[in-house]
T-cell receptor
Framework: GEDVEQSLFLSVREGDSSVINCTYTDSSSTYLYWYKQEPGAGLQLLTYIFSNMDMKQDQRLTVLLNKKDKHLSLRIADTQTGDSAIYFCAEKRGRGSGYALNFGKGTSLLVTP | DADVTQTPRNRITKTGKRIMLECSQTKGHDRMYWYRQDPGLGLRLIYYSFDVKDINKGEISDGYSVSRQAQAKFSLSLESAIPNQTALYFC??????????????FGPGTRLLVL
């Protein structure tokens, strides 16, 4: 499938905000997701946003969606060292692909003390 | 107990061997998926299944086969393993109910090394 694009690395200081950006491919995608993968672990769903929303906030997480530009971002407020992980953006594909998820390559977030 | 389990968690095998990776779920979901993760490449879809009698190829199905033995079980086989199949393999499940907002739930992954 076409690529979902993410920057590969981000480094922030503890207590700062982190913003991870993503550009997705399918303007008809109904749901967009953010997953977190800690070292040696599986994928943990962080949050998702429906395509008719511009913003979704969930505690320290804020998701912004710009459908016109097919741009998705994840903001983590007051970033902690435990937030260090790989973050994946994903869009839900259509029935022809079994509604599988099309993932970006992941952004490695490093939080330094 | 985990909702989606994968066995084995780690496996080392040799080129040419046939191996099977197993996935079981207790979520009662009808849809199941196998993905492969390579460093720097994200996750790519190998196979998916809408139900026991409905199995479909994903974008990288060559060299793999699957079996949906029951609604709760979905196995991935490497018929003749090769080194470039060394990767982290994830099983995922999803419900067809919920109006589309149902997300996928992932197993913990199987780390496979083909020598």
């Amino acid at each position: 499938g076409e690529d979902v694009e993410q920057s590969l690395f981000l480094s922030v200081r503890e207590g700062d905000s982190s913003v991870i950006n993503c550009t997705y491919t399918d303007s008809s995608s109904t749901y967009l997701y953010w997953y977190k993968q800690e070292p040696g672990a599986g994928l943990q769903l962080l949050t998702y946003i429906f395509s008719n929303m511009d913003m979704k906030q969930d505690q320290r997480l804020t998701v912004l969606l710009n459908k016109k530009d097919k741009h998705l971002s994840l903001r983590i407020a007051d970033t902690q060292t435990g937030d260090s992980a790989i973050y994946f953006c994903a869009e839900k594909r259509g029935r022809g692909s079994g509604y599988a998820l099309n993932f970006g390559k992941g952004t490695s977030l490093l939080v330094t003390p | 107990d985990a909702d989606v389990t994968q066995t084995p968690r780690n496996r080392i095998t040799k080129t040419g061997k046939r191996i099977m990776l197993e996935c079981s779920q207790t979520k009662g979901h009808d849809r199941m998926y196998w993905y492969r993760q390579d460093p720097g490449l994200g996750l790519r879809l190998i196979y998916y299944s809408f139900d026991v009698k409905d199995i479909n190829k994903g974008e990288i199905s060559d060299g793999y086969s699957v079996s949906r033995q029951a609604q709760a079980k979905f196995s991935l086989s490497l018929e003749s393993a090769i080194p470039n199949q060394t990767a982290l393999y994830f099983c995922a499940t999803r419900s067809s109910q919920g109006g589309g907002k149902e997300t996928q739930y992932f197993g913990p992954g199987t780390r496979l090394l083909v020598l």
